[in-house]
Every structure is written in C-alpha cells, then in structure tokens.
C-alpha cells in the first residue's frame, strides 16, 4: 500500500522560509516523478514543482521559480520542498503526489490528474 505523508506546513510572515517534507511507504519516490501541487478553496489545484526520477531534472512553475527548490533524500525515502520568499499569494494546501512519469520515464507529467499517489496535504498560510 502506498502512503506519502506531508508535513512541515505552518503560518510564517511574508518574506519567511518553510521546508516541507513528503515521505512514501511502499513506493520508491526516487524511480518516478514526484511533483508538488498547492491548491486554494475554490480554485483547481496547480503544479508548483516537480523532480525527475533519480533527481536529475526539476520543473518549476514560474510563479515560485527562484523561491522555491525541490529535492529528494533517497536513503530516507523523502522528497523535499524549501519554500524561500513566500508570499501571501503562496498561502495554500500543499500536497506531494508520486507516480507521474511519461515517455517511458523521461519525463514527468505536470497536470495532477497523471499522478496516481497523493498525500493528505499541508497547509501554508504567509500573512503580510
């Protein structure tokens, strides 16, 4: 059974840093595409970033590019977020999803739909 849980989410003041974290049981995230989508109430969820299998690509949406990084800890089984500059645009439900390799594992999906693993979600609040 697979299972990735989040954590790491908080209410920070613009301009602060938060690292979220995406740990998986039953699955290796470092063999797939592990993406990171946020979603506010009333909106549909968007990527924000995604790192390639054996982490040797990363995708980053353009509205957090420079802010944010995306990494992944094999030995732990972890797939990390670093949010860097947040703002209070950034204030959302965060949530990791695994599985999202195309073309044979060259590359990864972007839309949430092409990730068949999700975590419960962890929420950012960044107020001014």
């Known amino acids: 059974q697979v299972q990735l849980v989040e954590s790491g989410g908080d209410s920070v003041q613009a301009g602060g840093s938060l690292r979220l974290s995406c740990a998986a049981s039953?699955?290796?995230?470092?063999?797939?595409?592990t993406g990171w989508f946020r979603q506010v109430s009333g909106k549909e969820r968007e990527v924000v970033a995604v790192?390639?299998?054996?982490?040797?690509?990363?995708y980053y949406a353009d509205s957090v590019k420079g802010r944010f990084t995306v990494s992944q800890d094999n030995a732990k089984n972890t797939v990390y977020l670093q949010l860097n500059s947040l703002k209070p645009e950034d204030t959302a439900m965060y949530y990791c999803?695994?599985?999202?390799?195309?073309?044979?594992?060259?590359?990864?999906?972007?839309?949430?739909?092409?990730?068949?693993?999700w975590g419960q979600g962890t929420q950012v609040t960044v107020s001014t």
């Open positions: 999803a695994a599985g999202g390799s195309a073309d044979g594992g060259n590359s990864c999906y972007l839309h949430p739909s092409r990730f068949p693993y």
């Open positions: 039953g699955y290796t995230l470092g063999r797939n595409c």
């Open positions: 790192i390639y299998k054996y982490g040797d690509s990363t």
